[in-house]
C-alpha cells in the first residue's frame, strides 16, 4: 500500500513539472491557440452540439431564462429527486419548483432526446461592481446535432408557449381601473387588484342554452389564433351586455374573466380627457384582456354624432368622441395587442349610435333578461342546494306559470333567498308568494293600459270646421 502511495506522489510530482515547463517555455498565445484548436476537433467529431441560456444578458434579464425554469419545473418527474428549489412569484395563488443547482434533466420533443442542465458558477469580483448577482446561472441545453433545427426552428417557441401557459394558470387574475395620467412616462396610468370574484358560468343565473352558446364563442376566439390571421382580421371581440339594472351584467364579466383566465380593465370613461389619452390607455393594456366600459349610454354622450356640443364651461370637459371611441374599439390602434375583448354594458341599448352596434365593433349583443323557469332553478341551486327532485313538483309547476310574468330580476330573487337561508321551505313559499303577486300586479297594469287604448280607439274623433 505504501509503494502506491509513493508511485502516486511521484506521478503527481512529475505532472507538476511538465506543466510548469509548459507554462515557462510554450508562451501563453500560442497555449491558447492549441486548446482553440483541440476545441475545434472536439467539436467536429463530437455528436452534440451546445446552447447557453443565461440569467443575465448584459444588463438585462434573459425572459427566455426564466421560461426555461418555469416550464423544467412543471415535470412531473423532478418530485423524484431529493432537492428542490421553491419559488412563489407575485400576485401567484401557489408554489412552483425547480431542481437546485447543476443538476441534470432529460426532455423529450418530437422524437428528439434534449438535456438541460444548470450550472452556477461563482461571478468574477470585477464584475459585482455592475450590480450583477454574485451567482452566474446559466441553462445548458445538449443537443444532437441532427436535431439542432427542430430545437431551433420550434422547441424553444414551445418552451416559451408552455411557460406562459403555467404563468397564467398560476397567477391570480388581475382587476385594473385606470387612474393617473397616461402622459406621465414615470406612472403607470393603471392601478390593479387581485381579482376574485367568484362567478362562473355554473353559477350565473341564465338559460343554459344561450350560456352555452356564449362559451362556444369564448372558446372559438381563444382558440383562433390562427382563423384571424388566415382571414386578415385583428384578434378582438366585442360584447354588448344590455338590459335592465340587477339582471347579471357584471357578474357575466366575472365569469367570462374566469372561464378564459384573462385579466379585466375597468375603464372609467369620465376619467379620461381626450381622445388621444384614451388612446394611450389602450396601448397601456396587456394581451389575454377583457377591456370593460360599463354603464356606457350614461358614462359620456355618445347618443349623436351629429348633435353639436355645447359651449364648454371649463378646461376640465370631457372631449371624448363618438369617433374616438369607435377607433378605440375597432380602429387602427385597436389592434396593437392581440387577443383581446372588449365588453359593453348599457341599461338602454334604444340610446346608443348604431355605428357603435354593427359587427366588428360589437360582434355579439347578449341580452341580460328578467328571471326565466332555467334561471330560477339555478339560483335555487345556488343558495338553497336544491336540486330540481328537492323541490315539491306542486311548487315547480307554480314557479314555471309566474316567473316569466313577474319580470323580477335575478338580483331580486336572490336577495329573496338570502333572507331566508335558515329556513328553506319558507324561501320557497315567500319566494312564490312575491312571484304570485307580482304576476298579478303586471297583468292588472297590462290590462289597464288595454283598456286605455281601446277606448282611444272607439272615442269619436272630433272634427275641425
Not at 344590455?242 to 366575472?254: D, Q, R
Not at 341599448?349 to 360582434?363: Q, T
Not at 332555467?374 to 306542486?394: F, Q, R
Amino acid at each position: 500500500m505504501k509503494e502506491i502511495w509513493t508511485t502516486i506522489a511521484s506521478m503527481m510530482g512529475v505532472w507538476a513539472l511538465c506543466e510548469s515547463l509548459l507554462y515557462s517555455v510554450i508562451p501563453g498565445d500560442l497555449r491558447s491557440a492549441f486548446l482553440r484548436f483541440f476545441q475545434r476537433v472536439f467539436n467536429y467529431i463530437s455528436p452534440y452540439c451546445y446552447y447557453d441560456i443565461m440569467e443575465i444578458d448584459g444588463v438585462n434579464t434573459n425572459e427566455l431564462y426564466g421560461a426555461v425554469q418555469l416550464y423544467l419545473g412543471s415535470f412531473s418527474s423532478i418530485t423524484d429527486t431529493t432537492r428542490l428549489s421553491l419559488t412563489r412569484g407575485l400576485n401567484s395563488s401557489s408554489i412552483t419548483f425547480g431542481f437546485s443547482n447543476n443538476d441534470r434533466l432529460i426532455d423529450f420533443y418530437k422524437g428528439a432526446t434534449v438535456e438541460w442542465e444548470h450550472v452556477v458558477t461563482e461571478r468574477p469580483t470585477y464584475s459585482r461592481r455592475r450590480a450583477l448577482p454574485q451567482e452566474k446561472r446559466v441553462f445548458t441545453l445538449r443537443v444532437m446535432k441532427k436535431n439542432k433545427q427542430l430545437v431551433l426552428d420550434s422547441y424553444l417557441d414551445f418552451v416559451m408557449e408552455r411557460a406562459n401557459e403555467i404563468r397564467r394558470k398560476n397567477q391570480d387574475r388581475l382587476l385594473y381601473t385606470n387612474c393617473g395620467d397616461p402622459w406621465d412616462e414615470g406612472a403607470h396610468p393603471w392601478e390593479s387588484v387581485s381579482f376574485k370574484h367568484p362567478s362562473t358560468f355554473d353559477t350565473l343565473a341564465m338559460d343554459p342554452v344561450k350560456k352555452g352558446e356564449i362559451m362556444e364563442d369564448l372558446l372559438d376566439f381563444a382558440n383562433g389564433e390562427s382563423f384571424y390571421q388566415k382571414t386578415g382580421r385583428p384578434w378582438k371581440r366585442g360584447y354588448l351586455l344590455y338590459g335592465p339594472p340587477g339582471t347579471g351584467k357584471s357578474s357575466m364579466i366575472a365569469a367570462m374573466a374566469n372561464f378564459l383566465g384573462y385579466d379585466v380593465y375597468d375603464l372609467e370613461l369620465t376619467e379620461v380627457q381626450t381622445n388621444i389619452m384614451l388612446r394611450r390607455l389602450l396601448m397601456k393594456t396587456t394581451s389575454k384582456s377583457i377591456i370593460v366600459i360599463e354603464d356606457i349610454d350614461c358614462s359620456i354622450n355618445l347618443t349623436d354624432r351629429n348633435k353639436k356640443s355645447s359651449s364648454s364651461s371649463g378646461s376640465n370637459e370631457n372631449k371624448i368622441t363618438l369617433s374616438g371611441l369607435l377607433n378605440f374599439s375597432d380602429g387602427l390602434w385597436s389592434c396593437c395587442g392581440s387577443e383581446r375583448i372588449f365588453v359593453f354594458t348599457t341599461n338602454h341599448i334604444d340610446k346608443l349610435d348604431p355605428a357603435l352596434l354593427r359587427s366588428g365593433r360589437m360582434d355579439m349583443h347578449i341580452h341580460m333578461s328578467y328571471c326565466s323557469f332555467p334561471s330560477l332553478k339555478i339560483l335555487l341551486k345556488n343558495y338553497l342546494g336544491y336540486e330540481e327532485c328537492d323541490v315539491k313538483k306542486e311548487a315547480l309547476e307554480e314557479f314555471e306559470a309566474v316567473v316569466d310574468a313577474a319580470a323580477m330580476t335575478p338580483a331580486d330573487i336572490s336577495e329573496v333567498l338570502i333572507k331566508n337561508l335558515r329556513d328553506k321551505n319558507k324561501a320557497i313559499d315567500e319566494l312564490l308568494d312575491i312571484l304570485k303577486i307580482k304576476s298579478e300586479k303586471n297583468r292588472l297594469k297590462l290590462s289597464n293600459v288595454d283598456e286605455d287604448e281601446k277606448r282611444a280607439l272607439e272615442s269619436p274623433q272630433e272634427c275641425s270646421c
